[in-house]
């Protein structure tokens, strides 16, 4: 029988993403798993835009159980082209420390610029990243500072391709091929990958719908597609390493994500791999959120108190990103739902 008072915190994100015609949530709380959805399915694809981190996060820590990279592993190691300045690490590209601007150089020109409200990484190859490199300048010295770049997460799925022996072709095979092996089937996933081919749920900007969303130069960024149900999967997996029945260097990784990396600067907070963890009440509250042109995703967890949340629409992130901030407030409620009767 679900919990009444689960379902009544998890109901109103049904409607709390302005535009969107389909909405899935799923929330694991203690033995308690639930699902809602309007206009969808819990199997419904959606495209997740930056949480695809998150999971390019635990490709990087699963080569790294199975030593076929190591966290200091400078990324010129393993590209075919030399990245400018200082050397950067993987470690660097997954906490955002690497000084490399946000986007590559020569993104946002002609076709990508024309297409800045659409796709503007449509048309963005695998030869263009890496073209980019010799044009790139570090805004800072590689681990002095956190600065956000979706560059450097794309050149990091490249790295852990060509480190793995893959061929790095980011549509078909390389990086979408590369997850699949290592984490998303491992984990039982069927309705996640990068294909934006297979049936999804539509996007929509301001009330338009959007073709899909189309990352080839960039896929460890945001190409995923997921559920509802592979997401309270995952999250569920996060949750417990240990109990989880995948591979050892899978469940190495799944707790590997989580350890805290660095302390932003002013705060308490902290940097995992690619996942942002908020002290709370003594527990670490760890979450990312995404964005494509047609999507809104976020995920969070509290492994000491087993509460796990996903929420996925079908419209783009509007300004202050209030579905985001909803389903962050929800994650917050159910934790301290836990802590009061604890």
């Known amino acids: 029988m679900t919990d009444p008072l689960l379902d009544a915190r998890l109901r109103p994100l049904l409607h709390a993403a302005k535009g969107a015609t389909a909405v899935?949530?799923?929330?694991?709380?203690?033995?308690?798993?639930?699902?809602?959805?309007?206009?969808?399915?819990?199997?419904?694809?959606?495209?997740?835009?930056?949480?695809?981190?998150?999971f390019t996060a635990l490709l990087l820590a699963e080569l790294a159980a199975r030593r076929e990279v190591r966290y200091d592993d400078p990324v010129s190691r393993y590209l075919p082209r030399r990245v400018p300045g200082p050397p950067i690490t993987l470690l660097h590209l997954a906490t955002h420390t690497s000084g490399l601007p946000r986007l590559p150089p020569g993104l946002l020109t002609g076709s990508a610029r024309r297409a800045w409200f659409s796709n503007p990484y449509a048309d963005f190859t695998t030869t263009d990243l890496l073209d980019s490199l010799s044009r790139t300048r570090l805004h800072h010295r590689p681990g002095a500072r956190v600065r956000y770049s979706n560059f450097g997460a794309g050149l990091l799925g490249h790295a852990l391709v060509r480190a793995a022996g893959g061929r790095d072709d980011g549509d078909t095979a390389g990086y979408p091929a590369l997850l699949a092996e290592r984490v998303l089937t491992p984990l039982?996933?069927?309705?996640?990958?990068?294909?934006?081919?297979?049936?999804?749920?539509?996007?929509?900007?301001?009330?338009?719908?959007?073709?899909?969303?189309?990352?080839?130069?960039?896929?460890?960024?945001?190409?995923?597609?997921?559920?509802?149900?592979?997401?309270?999967?995952?999250l569920t997996a996060l949750l417990d390493p240990a109990a989880s029945t995948v591979p050892p260097s899978l469940r190495a990784a799944l707790a590997d994500v989580q350890r805290p990396r660095l302390v932003l600067p002013r705060t308490d907070n902290r940097l995992c791999l690619v996942w942002n963890l908020r002290p709370?009440?003594?527990?670490?509250?760890?979450?990312?959120?995404?964005?494509?042109?047609?999507?809104?995703?976020?995920?969070?967890?509290?492994?000491?108190?087993?509460?796990?949340?996903?929420?996925?629409?079908?419209?783009?992130?509007?300004?202050?990103?209030?579905?985001?901030?909803?389903?962050?407030g929800t994650l917050c409620a159910l934790e301290a739902?836990?802590?009061a009767t604890s």
């Open 188 to 234: 039982g996933l069927t309705d996640s990958d990068c294909d934006p081919h297979r049936p999804q749920a539509r996007g929509h900007w301001h009330g338009r719908p959007r073709q899909a969303w189309r990352i080839p130069g960039l896929p460890a960024a945001g190409a995923l597609r997921s559920s509802a149900r592979d997401l309270l999967t995952t």
């Open 24 to 54: 899935a949530v799923a929330a694991g709380h203690g033995d308690e798993r639930l699902l809602l959805t309007r206009g969808s399915t819990p199997e419904t694809r959606f495209e997740t835009g930056s949480v695809t981190k998150t």
């Open 280 to 328: 709370r009440q003594g527990r670490p509250l760890l979450h990312h959120s995404g964005g494509t042109r047609g999507f809104t995703a976020f995920v969070g967890f509290l492994p000491r108190s087993g509460t796990a949340l996903a929420a996925l629409a079908n419209s783009a992130p509007s300004p202050l990103a209030p579905f985001v901030q909803s389903a962050y």
């Open 337 to 339: 739902r836990d802590a």
